[in-house]
């Protein structure tokens, strides 16, 4: 098999702080944002990162393009860790890896026009005036902006239209791979279908590949070939878009997908409440992290950590369940 184009090796970030031992004393402790995540990303791929806010999605996205250092682990692009870079290829893998941002308020510089904005990150490129002119509108044409707009400002165009500025951004130096944090939550339901058919067909134009880290499990199933479930830090389960949404092995994965919400009062759904308290991620676990609010736990969840059990569609699950 080929190289994946993006590798997490047992990715680790913690965050050092203090907590109030007593009235007296505060010592020292680590928020565990991220905890021993691995997956792979192969050349064209959109894999899914989902899970409930606060599970570290977003930190792991992060990580990728360099604006936060794991703790401990390897981020591998095209087999060699981007921690390790020289400087000339730190500039390569700036122009491999682009970041589309959640918020397209304020990810996009009020005081640039449309042009500038997605000329910026050209200016290390060798082109002349007239030909980053004719990139910027060409990319305007396939995010569906109109070319009259070039020198309007942020504050005179909607949400949806910001945000196919800022994904023409993102594609203004041909990257490999985009990093895609949750790119239409901020968007109107009938605007997020019109950004993620987009991105799809620039996908296949460009050749492009995601991380696409959403909460919203309907644009991820719509969207990604792969799909991978984040629970306190932890990968719980990676599958096929395909399966994971058919046959949920995880009883967190289960419990996500029976809290979407169906677009019909006539149907009436099932829906399993977690039940117990969340663990706090400044303390060490040891167990199962989801084990004190799954109602399948058994004693070895509380004291050993499951490991990875695949099945015939090249799924894996961390839950002793399947052991």
């Known amino acids: 098999m080929s190289v994946p184009l993006l590798e997490l090796r047992n990715v680790k970030k913690w965050y050092s702080t203090k907590v109030k031992k007593n009235t007296f004393l505060m010592t020292k402790a680590h928020v565990r944002a991220v905890n021993d995540v ?82 910026e990150p050209m200016l290390h490129l060798e082109l002349n005036k007239k030909d980053k002119r004719a990139r910027v509108l060409n990319l305007m044409e396939d ?54 058919n987009i991105m799809q067909d620039l996908q296949e134009k460009f050749g492009l590949t995601y991380l696409f880290i959403s909460h919203d499990l309907s644009v991820v199933r719509h969207i990604s070939d792969y799909v991978a479930v984040m629970y306190l830090g932890f990968i719980v389960e990676l ?10 092995r995880h009883p967190y994965t289960k419990a996500l997908l029976q809290s979407v919400p169906v677009p019909n009062p006539n149907i009436r759904t099932m829906t399993s409440l977690l039940e117990g ?40 699950v961390a839950c002793y369940l399947y052991d």
């Open 143 to 196: 995010v569906g902006i109109r070319k009259e707009y070039l020198h309007r400002y942020p504050h005179e165009f909607s949400g949806g239209q910001r945000q196919r500025i800022g994904i023409a951004r993102a594609l203004s130096i041909n990257p490999e791979l985009i990093i895609c944090d949750e790119p239409v939550s901020a968007l109107d339901v009938s605007i997020q279908a019109q950004v993620i």
């Open 38 to 119: 691995s997956f792979k990303i192969y050349q064209g791929q959109t894999v899914g990162l989902v899970g409930e806010s606060g599970c570290g999605k977003s930190t792991v996205g992060k990580m990728i393009v360099k604006l936060l250092k794991p703790t401990a682990g390897a981020i591998l692009f095209r087999g060699k860790d981007i921690f390790s870079f020289s400087d000339n290829e730190n500039r390569g893998l700036k122009k491999n890896m682009q970041f589309i941002f959640q918020d397209p308020y304020s990810s996009l510089d009020p005081r640039f026009t449309v042009e500038r904005i997605i000329a």
């Open 277 to 316: 308290e969340m663990p706090d991620n400044l303390q060490d676990i040891s167990g199962c992290p989801f084990a004190s609010r799954c109602k399948y736990r058994m004693d070895v969840c509380s004291t050993e950590m499951p490991p990875f059990t695949a099945d015939d569609s090249g799924g894996i």
């Open 239 to 248: 599958a096929k878009s395909s399966e994971i949404f058919v046959h949920p």
